[in-house]
């Protein structure tokens, strides 16, 4: 399975949610592979390097717009799971992301101005997956809130905004706390961390992209 973390914005949390989605299919038994496309930053690829041989292994590779359709048609092989950090704004990267996926997470930040943005980037990934389905595969999709409270209103309005849009919005929510950067500088997941909350939550996140594939 192929799973994308994607959108045309950054920092919004893509890198995070990939990494930690990662981490969740390893410790659930899966032989898993993260694919970093920023070949500037390369955060997801210096986070690898920063995983201690203690943790469960997870293969990081980077990629390029170039030569991401056979890194990835070569990985899927080899792997349970390779979870794909998209980069932002790159229209050909994206579209070639989506291509590949079989499920695409699109995190999204409880802002009006995100939620512009995410209307753009479902007519990329609707002409995507027309096209996919035109070649007899599919693509599902789904979007996850990340740094959301509840008790604010504006994150509560954007909530409900996207739903009447008919956006298919996952249950489980990431709040903002300080434990995702601090597991990050040590090249783990949340859920190898100390956080109790920050593990409950995204594991009840990975489980509703987990159940994703299986509808």
């Known amino acids: ?25 390893a410790h659930d038994g899966k032989k898993v592979c993260l694919i970093d496309t920023d070949s500037e930053i390369q955060s997801t690829a210096d986070w690898g390097k920063d995983r201690g041989s203690e943790l469960l292994p997870i293969q990081v ?10 890194q990835v048609l070569t990985l899927k092989k080899a792997f ?3 979870v794909i950090d998209g980069a932002p704004a790159l229209f050909e990267l994206s579209s070639r992301a989506i291509l590949l ?12 101005e995100e939620v512009r943005a995410i209307e753009r980037f479902m007519v990329r990934f609707n002409q995507s997956k027309m096209m996919k389905e035109n070649l007899g595969g599919s693509v599902k999709s789904a979007v996850a809130m990340n740094k959301y409270n509840d008790a604010l209103r504006i994150d509560r309005e ?18 903002y ?4 950067r601090e597991a990050k500088i040590e090249g783990k ?23 994703i594939s299986l509808t």
Do not use: H
């Not at 954007?158 to 709040?175: F, M, T």
């Not at 706390?177 to 995702?180: D, S």
């Open 177 to 180: 706390r300080v434990a995702y």
């Open 61 to 70: 590779v980077s990629v390029t717009q170039e030569d991401i359709v056979e």
């Open 1 to 25: 399975m192929v799973y994308s973390v994607t959108s045309l914005k950054g920092g919004i949390g893509k890198t995070t949610i990939a990494q930690n989605l990662a981490v969740c299919f």
């Open 101 to 112: 996926s079989d499920v695409v997470i699109i995190p999204v930040l409880p802002s009006i």
């Open 80 to 82: 349970d799971i390779v």
């Open 189 to 211: 997941g949340v859920i190898e961390y100390l956080d109790k909350k920050a593990k409950d939550e995204m594991l009840s996140l990975f489980q509703e992209i987990k159940n």
């Open 158 to 175: 954007v909530k409900r905004v996207l739903e009447k849009y008919g956006l298919p919005l996952l249950g489980s929510k990431l709040s």
